[in-house]
């Protein structure tokens, strides 16, 4: 399986950002992944977890601003960003959760203040 997330950038403070990540070389749909982030000197931390059947997952630093979901038809797996944080500056990665495939690149998102 590779992971190719997409869709970071420079944003202001308040804006949004939509990421997307590709999920290649799987025969299953969608499921159990999320979004994490990795800031400059912090751990990675988790972000978002989507999984049929469970509440979708969200850290409370990002609740009620981010959104993530799934479209399986193109194997392709969401985190839409809202009201975006200085904070929330940082590289995303998406994985299944607990994590199982290798990372990739993650996208860089950078909010300013």
């Known amino acids: 399986v590779q992971l190719q997330a997409s869709g970071g950038g420079l944003v202001q403070a308040g804006g949004s950002l939509r990421l997307s990540c590709v999920v290649s070389r799987s025969r299953f749909p969608i499921n159990g992944m999320g979004w994490f982030r990795q800031a400059p000197g912090r751990q990675r931390e988790l972000v978002a977890v989507i999984d049929t059947g469970s509440p979708i997952y969200y850290a409370n630093s990002v609740t009620g601003r981010f959104t993530i979901s799934v479209d399986n038809a193109k194997n392709t797996m969401y985190l839409q960003m809202n009201s975006l944080k200085p904070e929330d500056t940082a590289v995303y990665y998406c994985?299944?959760?607990?994590?199982?495939w290798g990372w990739g690149q993650g996208t860089q998102v950078t909010v300013s203040s």
């Open positions: 994985n299944k959760d607990p994590p199982l």
